[in-house]
């Protein structure tokens, strides 16, 4: 009889141990993805900051330099284009577009000292580099979430929970190829 509560009580301990292993193992991958989720909201966060930013500087620079009329068609299609992204790779491509025709649009006005002297354009063009820095800051606090919730779903014994509970991957939010080339302006 003891020996049979004794193998029981065994039993028992291991599937508590094996319960406990399971969902503390669960709930860390799901606390991780929720970082990912978060870290990629604050880069859609400052993404439309820049979005709301850019109707305002192109009617300052439009102002001073309304024969440039390709350039501003150019961020207002690459702007559209960021908006309706659908996928991590469609934000990241369409992003690429627009930053390219806004530092295209700076470059102009760089042509025009009295937009320069503008006040307003100042103070857009200083919210515009301030926003720039935190997407930049909000990308790769994203890519470290996305790091560290892709090396936890990959190591033993949590590639098996992982596995069970359908946890995958995450896409890195990568820059464009040719990225650190310095972009050619022509006027």
Request: charged residues 20%; without cysteine; negative net charge.
């Amino acid at each position: 009889m003891k020996s049979g509560f004794r193998g029981i009580l065994i039993v028992v301990l291991v599937v508590i141990v094996l319960a406990v292993f399971v969902f503390s193992n669960y709930n860390g991958l799901v606390a991780s993805e929720e970082a990912v989720n978060s870290a990629w909201s604050q880069v859609e966060n400052q993404l439309q900051r820049r979005m709301d930013l850019i109707p305002n500087l192109v009617s300052t620079v439009k102002g001073y330099a309304a024969h440039e009329e390709e350039i501003f068609t150019e961020v207002a299609r690459a702007r559209e284009k960021l908006f309706g992204a659908g996928s991590l790779s469609e934000m990241a491509d369409a992003d690429r577009e627009l930053s390219g025709a806004l530092s295209r649009l700076i470059a102009i006005a760089e042509n025009y000292p009295q937009l320069k002297a503008d006040a307003n354009f100042r103070q857009l063009s200083d919210e515009l580099a301030g926003t720039e820095n935190r997407i930049a800051t909000s990308r790769m606090d994203y890519n470290n979430a996305v790091q560290s919730y892709n090396t936890k779903i990959r190591r033993f014994p949590t590639v098996i929970i992982a596995g069970i509970f359908g946890f995958e991957k995450k896409d890195y939010f990568n820059a464009a190829e040719g990225a650190g080339q310095v972009p050619s302006v022509d006027f």
